[in-house]
């Protein structure tokens, strides 16, 4: 069955420190890849999506992914995280013809 | 635009009563989805409606869930009886295109049920 695995549950990373949250998946057909977060008490949000082109994704408040297809793998990155990317994050797969898949989700607290 | 409504935001019941959920998806999304998130643990997905057909339900627990999407717009999930392992957020989601490829989902914020 095809699944999304996260590899990191829980990050702490001061201020200003680097990002990086693993995702891999395990179809090797077509996929469209996402990453989503949930702030606390709040909704779901798309940080970014890769669809096709360029496996390098840009996504909103600095974040961004890469695609590399022969680790079937969907990395998000962030150069500096802030207190405010204190969150739960979300990696998702879509496989051909089916719903989002989602990992287990990595909490990440950042702190001042 | 307006996002995925969702009603009651939280719920309280005991073991063995019926509780049931509404969402109203985003204006001329055809699909909608219904997650169910366990705290600690990423979104499962339980049905997944094109218009007001069923797509996938392959995980949802038939003899206690159910759902439908009546003229293919607002959607009500209903658990009867509820268990204490159905504590947990419920999700609803919709996205505007007829194929499952090259979309994106928007989210509800979700019902928390507590079941005690």
């Known amino acids: ?112 | 635009e307006a996002g995925v409504a969702q009603s009651p935001r939280y719920k309280i019941i005991e073991k063995r009563q019926s509780v049931a959920f509404w969402c109203n998806p985003i204006s001329g999304h055809a699909t909608l989805y219904w997650y169910q998130q366990i705290l600690g643990q990423g979104p499962k997905l339980l049905i997944q409606f094109q218009n007001n057909g069923v797509v996938d339900d392959s995980q949802l627990p038939k003899d206690r869930f159910s759902a439908e999407r009546l003229k293919g717009v607002d959607s009500t999930l209903k658990i009867q009886p509820a268990k204490l392992e159905d504590s947990a957020v419920y999700l609803c989601a919709s996205s505007p295109a007829r194929a499952f490829l090259n979309t994106e989902a928007f989210f509800g914020q979700g019902t928390r049920l507590t079941v005690v």
């Open chain 1, 1 to 112: 069955a095809q699944s999304v695995s996260q590899h990191n549950h829980h990050v702490i990373l001061s201020e200003a420190a680097s990002l990086e949250l693993g995702c891999n998946y395990s179809y090797g057909g077509t996929v469209n890849l996402f990453w989503y977060v949930q702030y606390p008490g709040q909704h779901l949000q798309l940080l970014l999506k890769y669809f096709s082109g360029d496996p390098l994704v840009k996504g909103i408040k600095g974040f961004e992914a890469e695609f590399i297809k022969s680790k079937f793998s969907f990395n998000l990155r962030k150069p500096s995280v802030q207190w405010s990317d204190t969150a739960e994050y979300f990696c998702a797969v879509i496989y051909s013809g089916y719903a989002l898949n989602f990992g287990k989700g990595t909490s990440l607290l950042v702190t001042p």
